[in-house]
C-alpha cells in the first residue's frame, strides 16, 4: 500500500503560479484529480512512472505542467496562469497499472487534498 501526501496549496491571485507536490512512493501511475464546490471531482492530469508519459484535461493544457522525480519519490504539478475557476481541492492519487486514465474509480490509492484558491 502506498501512502501519499500532498502539499503546496494556498491562496493566489489570478495570472499567478503554484507547484503542489505528492509524495508517491513505487512504481505507480500518478494524477492529480481536483473537487470545486457542488462539482463532481475531474481529471487533471497524469503521469506513467515507467516513460514519464503525460496527459492533461483540455482545460489546464498549456497552464499546468506535471513531472516526477523517481529518485524523491516525488510528482509535482506546476500550476501557471491560474483562473478563478482553478480553484479547488486538488487530490493526488495513484494506480498499479502502467497505463494512465482519466477515471477517478481506476486509481487506488488518494492523497487527503490541498486547496488551492484562486482570487479574480
Known amino acids: 500500500q502506498v501512502q501519499l501526501l500532498e502539499s503546496g496549496g494556498g491562496l493566489v491571485q489570478a495570472g499567478g503560479s503554484l507547484r503542489l507536490s505528492c509524495a508517491a512512493s513505487?512504481?505507480?501511475?500518478v494524477g492529480w484529480f481536483r473537487q470545486a464546490p457542488g462539482k463532481e471531482r475531474e481529471f487533471v492530469a497524469a503521469?506513467?512512472?515507467?516513460?514519464?508519459?503525460?496527459d492533461y484535461t483540455d482545460s489546464v493544457k498549456g497552464r499546468f505542467t506535471i513531472s516526477r522525480d523517481n529518485a524523491k519519490n516525488t510528482v509535482y504539478l506546476q500550476m501557471g496562469s491560474l483562473k478563478p475557476e482553478d480553484t479547488a481541492v486538488y487530490y493526488c492519487?495513484?494506480?498499479?497499472?502502467?497505463?494512465?486514465?482519466?477515471?477517478?474509480?481506476?486509481?487506488?490509492?488518494w492523497g487527503q487534498g490541498t486547496q488551492v484558491t484562486v482570487s479574480s
Open positions: 503521469v506513467t512512472w515507467y516513460d514519464g508519459s503525460t
Open positions: 492519487a495513484a494506480r498499479s497499472g502502467w497505463r494512465i486514465t482519466t477515471i477517478s474509480s481506476d486509481y487506488d490509492y
Open positions: 513505487g512504481r505507480y501511475t
